[in-house]
């Protein structure tokens, strides 16, 4: 259980990142970690608590105590174990999650001191892949059943891995080049890189699963009969967009086919279309991906980047009456990408773009009481300059038309399910299906039983 | 009174007053019974009343058969004296029965060829005895019976023979024999010689008369369960009774006597079913006796001294010991028995001496026992000698003789009889000595037996790593909050459906760690022999020292191989293939196999597993082991063979525990060795395997020495086949059949389940998956998707967000969790509903503010919390007019009058800062006889938690460790507590008294005593609450939910009518409005949270509270981390007046306004059908749901007060006597807790008082109980058990008078247990103390002249000089104050935490100063001349490492000075 009382004497550190100014000349990853040595203080703060409220606050409900103690004792080896068993990726996980589990930790009740359960995830599965650990766990017997998996994001992944492992065979659909979905081409490369993510879905081929690319999957009917079941997992992408004079301007786009485009550019050098180099661009959308468009705006030179919010400035520190501990604060967050530059601001409504021969050039605002019904305050308006209008606010949900023909044998994952989510939710809704699938496909065997006994972590077979 | 709902007869425990007059010279007289009958009326207190106050428990007198009186009584002629029996019979008043059943024993007489000489009719004065009791008073007749039989022994057979056969049909003889009569009935003591005229004919002579006086747990009518029977009469109760009981049944089948001859098979079964425990032991004595055995030498079998490690045994006697271990194992717990023949009277203690008895010796030739001193007045002039009964002790009266025969020649004589020693040595084998042989290896892989065996990640980190690493069983807190077994979705191993027993009120329970000189956990196993011969060949017995095996010590076993010993191994597991329907015929199997086996000669049986593999699945250990045990019971061939189990699936305390229980001699845990190996091979274990291995099967030893003392029982052969479990969630047919005498309340699972159970953790192991990894289960911290727990991080953050800000709504969601998660998967209360009812309207309903009233908060000491966090449970609760609770560790005196004041002062067994200012200060005092985490055990606060501030309240020294005993060595008896709860009225006769009591099978019962003890309240507390840290087995296994105890306890006590005199709450794991209702209709009138508000102040369930590491600062002394408490009184406030609402809704939609018309209406209760899961399987909550059979109208709640029991205290004319002159009193054992009250008087009024009494003759108990600074009690007599009882300041001295013909230092002048919890104050004693001399003092001074055993143990303060012997393991447990012994026997002491030293200039002061204050207040002339003669060499002091240490450093540092506060205060 950690060192007893070492959470008083040992203060939270950070992980390490490279210094803002340097990283932004290029496209490798700025976050690592601490040295064995520091990161082992780090996990020796956990106390082990009776009611683990990190473990709960996890979507995955990784066993965060069990491996920070692991690590705290050296014992890196049964520390992967513990991890994969509830994690099929934590090298996304330990860099993309937002950490919720860090939110709900004990020591966060006098915030700020939360145990680096972040870190010492990635550690984990840094060390485990450089001493080759990971290896492919090829089912011992094939159950001569085959599932169908439409989507290759963590979701589908994560999924098409827990039944591939129990022997099913398995066959995923992708309409793009290449497996990882948002994480391979949502993500900015310095956030993760893709060999990373190849790296994981190569373990995932040499234990059987099959890739189909660019494979646009329309109707389920072919599949349906090809396949025993067919899994859903095709994210929840319908972005939200901004129903405001001037959108239909060049140079306006959603944040995700910016990114996309950066994404293939730099991994399979394709030629793009959107580049923010010397531009002013303006991102609309205070989130994560806001804040990835606005981090890769600056590698790309751009002119100035600035980030606007429709709701207010939240508080600094966490507000006890509405967001109490353990829950997820809302609060104000400075993102990376800000660290790197650019301006933000809050509260402003965006009235209309004005540009000159179809491009944007201008982005017209105004103020709002920075809560819903957000109305306008009088004598507000400002205009800024805009050669690159980047939509970030979010998505509606999946794409319909597939999702709408779920029915026997078929299910539905992730994102399309749950609308937009953390990876960490994409990852769990993966495998809980795979779980669902296998009872569905065989109700009787005493393995199935036992994967639906609650109670039990029995890692899918 | 039949078993009806929870309410068993079976559970009822008596104890009492007994005491014996006799005259040494043999002379009979009248004389002999008119004082015992008198003693037995100074008696009286220790016996009681039901709630007919004049219906007494039972009294009774056995004496000489009187012959002179009865050949005058009859109109027939009597044969001369010797050749005739008198059979006394109580007859039902039915005459056509009652004809019946005197034919039937008339026809048995002559049957046996005896003669019917004629009857008598006895008289009997019908209105003397209770009103109840007159209902159910039987015909008394006695039978006479004449003999040809030269040999009155042969005779006095035939009569026992006789009488068994007449008692199977139906006859109840209280005494039939040739020798001696008993009169006895369900009477008070002064009413037993009014009852019987015949008591007062002057003609029936004796020279003899044992008399007894009974309080019984209950009030249900029973003649024939007073004492004396036919040779005993008892105070105490017997812990091992289950387990004698089969054994005996066991043994019958090889029972063989010459001297019955075929009449032996007559008298069998040999226990009369349905008799208490006296009764049962008596069988057994009786059988014994008869059978050639003389009483000494059957009473040493049954009730052996601890002999092992002590040099003043002699080589004899241990051979005695040990040739008798191999015949039978100890009727253990804790008993006086005061026993006769007719010819010797004699009194003997247990090996714990945990009842009272004193004698003396008249110099006219008269020797008077009894529980208490002073029973019969002896002017000191004629008073030989006094003495006390000893541990283990026989005190003999030989009449033949004429005199008293000492314990060492008793024993002597008997242990030369033959030469067991030798018999022992050359016929018994140890274990150890068997040549060594190779163990047998694995196989299985590791991981498919793991998993077989339904091994978790939890069994290695909680189990595992701390048994081999610290040789210690893990620790936990804040309780259990995990479902029953039997509502668990995870399929528990069947070990968890067995809570283990534990001792409260009527017996105590020991501390295996510092009273290790009683404790053995020596296992024998091999054929028994006949129980009534003795021969070389029945010491024929492998002797194994520790009963949890290695691989190597079992294969030992398998392969023995000798004319002696020969082992067979039955191999239990059965085919996967046969599916769960295999498990049926694979036990019938297995027992045919057992029966071959025996057959065939073998004497060990190995149960095994070790073929558990692919196609082969395992079924429960405990199930194969019970399950032969009670089949080879039944076949009468138990006692061929010992078992011995061969076993993966054991790897805890718990589970070698309910084996052995179960009948298991010895147990290989093969799987949880080759773990341990696992373990350590994987450097988990900084260990060689085999310490690694050695520490663990310690540990587990070391936790079963603790689970068989939390039931008062000290040996582990006694504890073997004992069942001192309930069952709960076992199907009635399962328990029955394989669990044979087990209670099981509740129904629930069978055979079956327990095979699917089997098969599907079998599935898990075969075929094998490339995963191999271990379940996580989150049995002992939550984790997700595993074990429920009703504590998670949902219902905590919400609860915690419902008091801040969030509101009613979010208590809703709280709620509503809560509930529907326990309704699917938790508790008992979950599985019912209520009734359909017409609603009223809400604001008809009784207030909020109204209910929170009836709320109180658990009692957490502080010391276990924080100041900040305790201040603040007290402040809420003062404010809504609730209860909070000080718990074990006193209250700051500046919190006595504001605010933060507990109401409820905690009395536990350490009384730390139990003084007079804290009892007068309590609304209510609560002596805590059990508590939820840890029934049964005491505890421990770590030095590093006793900073300052917790040292000067609990008063004891800052960083020295303290130790509260497992028992209040104030109650070891029912009588105690009504002692205890007499003493505590004397401080503070206004304040209602509480008894806090654990639930458990029994508990109703012992309810309705402790109602009888004149407690005002009565709290039955769940398993599953309790916040204290204990080790996980207790957490786990001991205790019942409150559901069952408090439905046992309402029902006990309405159908006794004594509900209506108490008020009952209940606690455990309460968390919501539903909660509190269905607890007030199950029965309680108040309720009790400990978890729940402690969240609400910010607790997060650390479940690290002994970690001193509380990152919320609720429960750590560290100050740094109690700045982080954030709870306010308010949050505490808004959590009840929550859970208030939320019971006034419930109560207005079943159309009630009125809380109190709630409690008890059971009937507003039903089970919820739409719940499948429990009901299949067998959940029958029947027996839960029970209306009490009683007249319309008789009381669920209480409805009035008890009656003070003060009225006649001395202590009112000492009050009176204040300041106006008076200062002589007579004083006798009546007059029980002098010096209380009038304690009580001047600390209330703050008067500052400089009073001296003087009183003359025996003081009763508890003489200057709670004394405050300024009073000084002189007693010239001598005192009983408990004086000086939480001495609070004041001065006591007791001397002889001075025309004693005895000396005194030679003397017993004052009894059990002196000083217990004095925390200053000075205390003379001119004479002999006896056991337990000072313990738990904290600060008082005292000087005496001897001790008997255990003296000042976990004393923690004051000084103590013994200026003559002391008893055994002195100084046990004492980690504070010093103690200095005169020519001290250093082999004497237990040295565990003490040093023995010369002593110092400093030293020198205070020894002299106390003595020449005792020669001045006693006159003692063994102070005297150690004052003339100055020698300190003659002295060794005794003082604990740890307070040496701290007095050591010097006063700028931290260090204290010798004393502390309180005693500072005394001295200014």
Not at chain 2, 401 to 417: F, L, M, N, S, Y
């Amino acid at each position: 259980m950690g060192r007893i009382g070492a959470f008083k004497k040992v203060d939270r550190v950070e992980a390490p990142e490279r210094d803002p100014r340097e990283r932004v000349g290029d496209f490798r990853e700025f976050v690592g970690t601490l040295p064995l040595t520091d990161l082992r203080e780090q996990a020796a703060r956990c106390m082990e608590c009776g009611v683990p409220f990190c473990h709960n606050g996890c979507p995955l409900g990784n066993l965060i105590p069990d491996w920070n103690d692991l690590v705290y004792r050296d014992r890196w080896r049964e520390a992967i174990d513990q991890l994969h068993r509830t994690n099929n990726f934590p090298e996304f996980t330990g860099r993309l999650c937002p950490a919720p589990c860090e939110a709900a930790c004990v020591l966060e009740i006098n915030e700020g001191n939360a145990v680096s359960i972040k870190q010492v995830e990635l550690s984990i599965i840094n060390r485990a892949w450089e001493e080759g650990w990971v290896v492919p766990q090829p089912a011992a017997a094939q159950t001569g059943r085959s599932v169908g998996v439409v989507g290759a994001g963590p979701a589908g992944l994560a999924c098409a891995q827990q039944l591939a492992r129990a022997g099913e065979r398995v066959v995923v659909y992708e309409r793009d080049e290449a497996a990882g979905g948002l994480v391979r081409f949502g993500v900015p490369e310095f956030k993760i890189e893709k060999r990373i993510v190849e790296r994981r879905v190569q373990q995932l081929v040499a234990e059987g699963v099959e890739f189909r690319f660019g494979v646009d999957v329309q109707s389920l009917g072919e599949l349906q009969a090809e396949h025993d079941a067919v899994v859903l997992a095709t994210g929840a992408r319908v972005p939200r967009d901004l129903p405001v004079p001037g959108r239909e301007l060049a140079g306006v786009h959603f944040a995700m086919e910016y990114l996309y485009d950066r994404a293939r550019a730099l991994e399979f050098g394709a030629e793009g279309g959107i580049s923010a180099a010397g531009k002013h661009v303006v991102v609309i959308g205070g989130g994560d991906t806001g804040a990835d468009c606005v981090g890769h705006a600056h590698r790309e030179g751009a002119a100035s980047v600035t980030q606007i919010e429709l709701l207010g400035e939240p508080p600094a520190r966490r507000p006890d009456d509405l967001t109490p501990w353990p829950r997820w604060p809302i609060k104000l967050r400075t993102s990376y990408a800000l660290k790197e530059g650019g301006e933000r601001d809050f509260a402003l409504s965006t009235t209309h773009l004005s540009g000159e021969d179809g491009r944007v050039t201008q982005i017209h605002w105004q103020r709002n009481t920075g809560a819903p019904p957000f109305d306008l305050v009088p004598g507000t308006e400002e205009s800024h300059p805009a050669d690159l209008v980047l939509l970030a606010m979010g998505f509606l949900g999946p794409e319909q038309a597939l999702v709408d023909q779920a029915g026997d044998g078929v299910f539905v994952t992730g994102d399309a399910r749950r609308g937009q989510s953390l990876i960490v939710w994409a990852i769990d809704e993966g495998r809980r299906t795979a779980a669902e699938v296998r009872a569905y496909l065989d109700e009787s065997t005493f393995v199935s039983v036992a994967d639906r006994v609650p109670g039990e972590y029995t890692p899918a077979p | 009174m039949k078993k009806q709902g929870l309410y068993d007869p079976s559970f009822e425990h008596d104890a009492c007053g007994v005491a014996f007059v006799a005259r040494l010279d043999g002379h009979r007289s009248h004389e002999t019974v008119d004082r015992a009958l008198r003693a037995l009326e100074n008696l009286e207190h220790r016996g009681a009343a039901g709630a007919d106050a004049d219906t007494g428990d039972g009294a009774g007198i056995l004496v000489q058969l009187p012959d002179a009186f009865l050949r005058a009584s009859v109109p027939f002629e009597l044969p001369p004296a010797g050749r005739y029996g008198v059979g006394f019979c109580f007859l039902p008043s039915e005459p056509g029965r009652r004809e019946e059943l005197e034919r039937a024993l008339e026809d048995t007489v002559r049957a046996e060829g005896q003669t019917v000489l004629g009857w008598r009719d006895v008289p009997v004065r019908r209105n003397e005895a209770g009103a109840q009791a007159r209902v159910f008073a039987p015909v008394m007749r006695q039978v006479f019976v004449g003999t040809d039989l030269e040999d009155q022994l042969a005779f006095e057979r035939k009569l026992y023979v006789i009488r068994r056969l007449a008692e199977r049909a139906g006859v109840v003889l209280p005494s039939f024999s040739s020798r001696t009569i008993v009169y006895k009935g369900m009477l008070s003591a002064p009413q037993l010689g009014r009852y019987f005229p015949d008591l007062d004919d002057e003609r029936l002579e004796s020279a003899l008369a044992l008399v007894h006086s009974r309080f019984s747990t209950n009030t249900f009518p029973s003649w024939e369960l007073a004492h004396p029977y036919r040779f005993i009469a008892h105070n105490g109760e017997i812990n091992t009774l289950r387990g004698n009981v089969n054994w005996i049944r066991a043994r019958e089948s090889q029972l063989a006597s010459g001297l019955f001859g075929d009449d032996l098979r007559k008298v069998l079964p040999v226990i009369q079913a349905g008799g208490s425990d006296t009764a049962m032991f008596d069988n057994v004595l009786e059988l014994l006796v008869l059978s050639g055995r003389t009483l000494p030498h059957a009473l040493m079998m049954m009730v052996p001294e601890a002999y092992s490690g002590r040099p003043d045994v002699t080589d004899e006697l241990r051979g005695f010991y040990r040739f008798h271990e191999c015949l039978t194992e100890a009727w253990d717990g804790p008993a006086a028995i005061a026993f006769t023949d007719g010819s010797v009277i004699g009194a003997m203690l247990d090996r714990n001496g945990l009842r009272p008895g004193r004698w003396l010796e008249t110099t006219d030739g008269w020797v008077v026992c009894a529980s208490e001193t002073g029973v019969l007045d002896v002017p000191a002039s004629q008073v030989l000698r006094k003495g006390r009964l000893q541990p283990g002790k026989l005190f003999l009266v030989d009449l033949d003789q004429g005199r008293i025969v000492p314990d060492g020649e008793a024993k002597q004589a008997v242990a030369a009889q033959q030469p067991y020693g030798e018999w022992f040595e050359r016929e018994h084998v140890r274990l150890a000595d068997l040549p060594p042989v190779e163990p047998r290896e694995l196989q299985q892989p590791l991981r498919s037996l793991q998993l077989a065996f339904g091994y978790t990640q939890e069994d290695m980190k909680v189990m595992l790593l701390p048994l081999a690493a610290n040789a210690e069983e893990a620790v936990g807190s804040m309780g259990n909050d995990t479902p029953l077994a039997v509502l668990s979705e995870r399929r528990p191993l069947l070990y968890s459906y067995f809570k283990q027993l534990f001792a409260q009120v009527t017996n105590p329970p020991i501390d295996p760690i510092r009273e290790a000189v009683v404790m053995s956990k020596q296992s024998l196993v091999g054929s028994e022999r006949n129980l009534l011969a003795e021969t070389p060949e029945h010491a024929r017995q492998l002797v194994i020292d520790n009963p949890i095996l290695r691989d190597d010590e079992l294969e030992k076993l398998r392969r023995v191989d000798s004319d002696v010993f020969r082992s067979h191994t039955i191999d239990f597991t059965w085919p996967v293939a046969e599916g769960a329907d295999g498990l049926a015929p694979a036990l019938e199997r297995i027992c045919a196999e057992a029966d071959r086996a025996l057959a065939d000669g073998a004497n060990i049986l190995i149960l095994s597993d070790r073929a558990t593999g692919p196609d082969r699945v395992p079924m429960p250990s405990l199930l194969a082991t019970a399950a032969i045990h009670h089949h080879l019971v039944r076949a009468g061939t138990r006692l061929q063979a010992g078992l011995v189990v061969e076993s993966g699936e054991p790897r805890s305390v718990q589970s070698v525990a309910v084996l052995i229980g179960y009948g298991a001699a010895a147990v290989n845990p093969y799987l949880m060795l080759a773990t341990i190996d696992a373990l350590v091979a994987g450097g988990l274990l900084e260990l060689e395997a085999a310490e690694a291995q050695q520490r663990a099967l310690g540990a587990i030893g070391k936790g079963l020495l603790k689970t068989i003392s939390k039931m008062g029982i000290s040996t582990l052969s006694s504890y073997c086949g004992a069942q001192v479990f309930e069952a709960v969630g076992l199907s009635a047919d399962l328990v029955e059949q394989h669990f044979t005498g087990t209670p099981s309340r509740i129904g629930g699972i069978g055979l079956r389940d327990l095979a699917e159970g089997a098969l599907f953790r079998h599935g898990r192991a075969y075929p094998a998956t490339h995963d191999d990894l271990l379940p996580v289960v989150g049995l002992y911290a939550w984790r997700r998707g595993g074990e429920h727990h009703q504590w998670n991080p949902e219902t905590i953050a919400l609860l915690q967000h419902a008091v801040r800000g969030g509101g009613r709504p979010t208590y809703e969601q709280f709620a509503e969790l809560v509930n529907a998660d326990s309704a699917r998967r938790s508790t008992l209360r979950g599985l019912l509903r209520f009734r359909e009812r017409t609603p009223i309207p809400l604001e008809d309903v009784e207030p909020a503010s109204e209910i929170v009233k009836r709320f109180s908060t658990g009692a957490m000491s502080l010391g276990s919390l924080s100041r900040e966090a305790h201040e603040t449970l007290a402040q809420a609760m003062n404010r809504i007019g609730g209860r909070s609770n000080t718990g074990e560790g006193g209250e700051d005196p500046e919190r006595f009058a504001d605010d933060r004041r507990s109401k409820i002062k905690q009395v536990a067994s350490g009384r730390f800062g139990v003084n007079i200012g804290y009892l007068v200060n309590a609304d209510e005092l609560q002596i805590k006889m059990a508590q939820g985490a840890k029934p049964g055990e005491g505890g421990q606060l770590p030095g590093h938690k006793v900073d300052p501030y917790i040292a000067s309240i609990r008063f004891t020294t800052p960083g020295v460790g303290l130790i509260s005993p497992p028992p209040h060595h104030d109650i070891y008896s029912i009588e105690d507590l009504k002692q205890l709860i007499y003493d505590l009225r004397c401080a503070n006769p206004t304040a209602r008294v509480s008894v806090k009591l654990v639930a458990e099978v029994g508990v109703g019962t012992i309810a309705a005593g402790v109602a009888k003890c004149n407690a005002d309240h009565i709290l039955i507390s769940g398993h599953d609450g309790g916040t204290g840290a204990s080790p996980v087995s207790s957490i786990l296994h001991a205790g019942v939910p409150w559901e069952i105890g408090l439905a046992e306890t309402q029902q006990t006590l309405v159908l006794n009518d004594l509900r209506s005199r108490v008020w009952v709450q209940t606690d455990g794991q309460l968390k919501t409005g539903r909660d509190v209702v269905i607890a007030a209709m199950l029965g309680a009138d108040e309720m009790g949270f400990a978890t729940a508000p402690l969240i609400a102040t910010g607790c997060v369930m650390m479940r690290a509270c002994h970690l001193n590491t509380c990152p919320v600062g609720v429960a750590t002394q560290d100050p740094e981390l109690r700045k982080r408490f954030q709870g306010k009184p308010e949050h505490v406030i808004e959590y009840f007046f929550h859970v208030a609402e939320d019971v006034r809704e419930i109560m207005a939609s079943l159309g009630v306004a009125r809380f109190e018309d709630l409690v008890g209406r059971v009937d507003l209760l039903e089970p919820d059908s739409a719940l499948r899961h429990w009901q299949e399987r067998g959940v029958d909550l029947t027996h839960l749901l029970r209306a009490p059979d009683v007249p319309a109208g008789t009381p669920l709640r209480r409805t009035e007060a008890q009656a003070s029991p003060l009225a006649d205290a001395l202590d009112w004319q000492l009050i009176d006597a204040l300041g106006n002159g008076k200062r002589r009193f007579d004083v006798r054992n009546v007059n029980r807790a002098i010096g209380g009250l009038l304690s009580q008087h001047v600390t209330k009024r703050g008067l500052k008082v400089d009073e001296h009494f003087e009183l003359h003759g025996s003081a009763g108990q508890s003489f200057g109980a709670w004394l405050a600074p300024g009073l000084q009690l002189t007693l010239v007599g001598d005192a009983n058990d408990y004086a000086g009882k939480g001495l609070s300041g004041g001065t006591i001295a007791v001397r002889p008078p001075d025309d004693a013909a005895y000396r005194a230092e030679e003397n017993v002048i004052v009894g059990n247990t002196v000083l217990y919890g004095a925390t200053s104050g000075r205390a003379f004693f001119r004479g002999l103390a006896g056991e337990r001399f000072a313990v738990r003092n904290s600060g008082a001074s005292a000087v005496v002249e001897g001790v008997g055993d255990h003296g000042c143990e976990y004393m923690t303060g004051g000084r103590v000089i013994v200026l003559g012997p002391t008893g055994r393991n002195f100084a046990a447990g004492m980690s504070g104050g010093i103690a200095y012994v005169v020519d001290l026997d250093p082999a004497r002491v237990n040295t565990a935490l003490v040093g023995l030293e010369p002593l110092e200039q400093a030293d020198e002061e205070t020894v002299l100063a106390l003595l020449r204050e005792h020669v001045e207040r006693t006159g003692s002339t063994v102070a005297a001349r150690l004052l003339e003669d100055w020698t300190p060499d003659r002295f060794t002091k005794v003082i604990p490492h740890d307070y040496k240490a701290v007095l050591d450093l010097p006063l700028s540092t931290g260090g204290i000075g010798l004393v502390t506060r309180e005693s500072e205060e005394a001295v200014a």
